[in-house]
């Protein structure tokens, strides 16, 4: 593991203030996902959810490496963890997946359609590939616009094999759109084994058929993650279109809270446990056991007063049920 | 009679209909391992193998037109459509594959597919998770429309939809899957194209569907203790649609209320509606024909906003008495 290579940087990318900002972000997420679950259990929260623990790193590494806010992001359903990466309000976040009139819905979309339209978060994603198409058109509004914008468009493996993958790509190369295509593979569409889904070893292969740069990384190394997504910004924020980042890692939990998980084995489950991406960034930053513990305890107070503005915000009013159907 | 859950009763339509049936096959999302996302086919890999009980990838579209694919060519497909959301996207392979084929070709060619769909709201699954979408093939002929509102239903029916030689779209309720009720043990089909009086009573007719149907029934309790008794027609097939026992009934009640759990605006009950204003019946009305639907609005995520959204016992047991004591 490198602790000062160029210039001092860790990684020979980042700040060591960068850095703790990261593994901090990491942090909260994983609170903020392990909350979740337990909420759910308790039965204060209804429908369901999709947990991103095991995953955090792609999307601090991915978040950092682009302008949050500046940028637009189109979300994935597994999207707690890039919705406050790209600086989502942690109170705000938590009123929402409780149905809160203070959540960022306003109570209505909940952990799947979560959206933060004044940061240039276009939401969640309840439908596979949803927002493949739509990152087209977000492109061509950059282009219109002629901002320095970039588009982030996230899906998971499973997306790649809707027909809307190969529309939004084969168009977004065509008009060399400003979207970067960020696949998180995560080892499984709900059940469905990449393995099996696929008949190529990587989902990035296919960017050649569009004529786009694709690269496949450790997911679960944040450095590696930063770099990839560094150059494919680069690339695509200077004008030359799209670009197809594949992100490997690994979803600990079930799909969503009714997952049996019989289609895999625990020791695979326990594989992909060892490569743990916080323990491993807090390894590259040279931070200690401890340190890691006590920057835990301070993401959990930080849950712990989300879930208390959460559960003293007001429910929405039922007399109020048809706004927001229309402008 | 044994009692099983609607959820078995369906299984049970599958596995029989496979033993029997070597051209019968399940495709869809998760079905395989997993057991289905509502647990449907759980259990039938092992029975059956991954290459009649066959796990997709994540492409609806992929699914509905290998189920197009594989009827057209000597097999009887049961696709599964997740949530019945998803639908949308494989929209063309059934609106304008399979319903149109059998058509085009001259009536040379048979679709006879089943996509099972798991509809409706209740769960907190929010907006794109728990549309009522049954309207929309409605209105397309060429296909059927079918929704069971019981365990026996959902059996008998599933059987019929299976070995019609016609494109079955077969809702579900994700609220009706744990619901218990008296099935045949034996194989045994519901005939498609067949209204259902549910429940005989003089004051009303309640013509429901899926869960408003069981909804319907609560309410009808609820009412009998005031003297008011609802007669409840449940059409099951909403695609060919059989008016006669509705007609019949208004005929005897002279007032209506259509429930179903669908937008009101564009929903199956318009059609209803429409069919007794041209009915013999229209003459028999004393009170204006009202319908009880889905807010127009989508589905919203929190809890009480979601159960507010589409009708629930309460809001039928207020609009039958409404309409029974002449408020309209």
New interface residues.
């Given amino acids: 593991m490198v602790n000062s290579q160029a210039e001092g940087l860790i990684g020979g990318v980042f700040t060591r203030e960068k850095a703790l900002d990261l593994i901090d972000t990491m942090l909260l997420v994983r609170s903020f996902e392990e909350n979740a679950e337990e909420m759910f259990s308790l039965g204060k929260v209804h429908g369901t959810m999709h947990l991103s623990i095991g995953q955090e790193g792609v999307a601090v590494g991915t978040a950092s490496a682009l302008r949050p806010r500046h940028d637009y992001l189109l979300n994935v359903h597994r999207g707690h963890g890039h919705f406050l990466a790209w600086g989502g309000d942690v109170n705000r976040m938590m009123a929402e997946f409780t149905g809160k009139e203070t959540g960022y819905c306003r109570g209505r979309g909940g952990s799947m359609h979560i959206a933060d339209v004044e940061a240039n978060n276009l939401g969640a994603q309840g439908i596979v590939g949803g927002n493949m198409p739509i990152s087209v058109g977000v492109g061509l509004s950059i282009k219109a616009h002629q901002t320095d914008q970039v588009a982030l468009c996230i899906f998971g493996d499973g997306a790649s094999n809707e027909g809307a993958f190969h529309e939004s790509l084969n168009m977004a190369s065509i008009w060399k759109l400003p979207v970067i295509y960020l696949c998180e593979n995560n080892a499984y569409g709900m059940s469905m084994s990449i393995k099996k889904a696929i008949n190529v070893p990587h989902i990035s292969d296919r960017a050649s058929a569009y004529g786009i740069p694709g690269v496949t990384v450790d997911g679960n190394d944040v450095v590696e993650v930063y770099k990839a997504m560094k150059l494919a910004e680069e690339y695509t924020r200077s004008g030359n279109g799209p670009y197809l980042v594949e992100a490997e890692t690994y979803r600990w939990k079930g799909h969503s809270k009714s997952d049996k998980q019989a289609y895999r084995t625990r020791d695979e489950v326990k594989e992909w446990m060892s490569k743990e991406p916080i323990q491993r960034f807090a390894k590259v930053i040279g931070m200690g056991e401890e340190e890691v513990e006590q920057r835990r305890l301070t993401a959990r107070e930080k849950i712990k007063k989300a879930v208390e503005f959460a559960e003293s915000s007001p429910e929405p009013a039922v007399k109020d049920i048809l706004e927001g159907v229309y402008a | 009679m044994r009692e099983i859950t609607y959820v078995e009763a369906l299984r049970e339509a599958i596995r029989m209909a496979m033993e029997k049936d070597p051209s019968v096959f399940v495709i869809g999302?998760?079905i395989?391992?997993?057991?289905g996302?509502f647990g449907v086919t759980a259990g039938l890999i092992d029975q059956f193998g991954k290459d009649r009980i066959i796990?997709?990838?994540?492409?609806?579209?992929?699914i509905a037109g290998a189920c197009v694919g594989a009827a057209l060519t000597g097999m009887r497909p049961i696709g599964e459509m997740q949530f019945s959301?998803?639908v949308v996207?494989a929209m063309e392979q059934l609106t304008l594959q399979a319903a149109k084929v059998r058509f085009m070709f001259g009536g040379k060619a048979t679709v006879p597919m089943v996509m099972r769909l798991a509809g409706g709201s209740g769960?907190?699954?929010?907006?794109?998770?728990s549309e009522s979408l049954e309207a929309w093939f409605v209105h397309v002929p060429g296909l059927k429309v079918v929704m069971p509102s019981s365990p026996a239903e959902a059996k008998g029916l599933l059987l019929a939809s299976i070995y019609d030689d016609n494109p079955v779209l077969f809702f579900e309720h994700k609220l009706l899957y744990k619901t218990k009720g008296p099935v045949p043990e034996e194989w045994y089909t519901t005939p498609l194209g067949k209204s259902k009086v549910v429940r005989e009573g003089k004051h009303l007719t309640v013509v429901a569907t899926s869960i408003e149907v069981v909804r319907a029934q609560q309410a009808a309790e609820i009412l009998s203790k005031e003297g008011i008794e609802l007669e409840i027609i449940d059409p099951r097939t909403l695609r060919p649609l059989d008016m006669e026992p509705i007609v019949n009934s208004v005929m005897k009640t002279g007032k209506v209320l259509i429930v179903h759990e669908a937008v009101k605006m564009g929903g199956f009950g318009g059609e209803v509606a429409a069919q007794i204003a041209e009915s013999r019946a229209f003459g028999y009305l004393d009170a204006p024909i009202r319908r009880l639907a889905g807010?127009?609005?989508?589905i919203?995520?929190?809890?009480?906003?979601e159960a507010?959204?589409v009708p629930q016992v309460e809001n039928i047991v207020d609009e039958a008495r409404n309409l029974v004591k002449g408020v309209y």
């Fill in positions: 999302e998760d395989g391992v997993y057991g996302a796990d997709t990838p994540i492409s609806e579209a992929g959301d998803f996207l769960t907190g699954a929010a907006a794109q998770h807010l127009d609005m989508p919203p995520y929190n809890r009480n906003l507010h959204a």
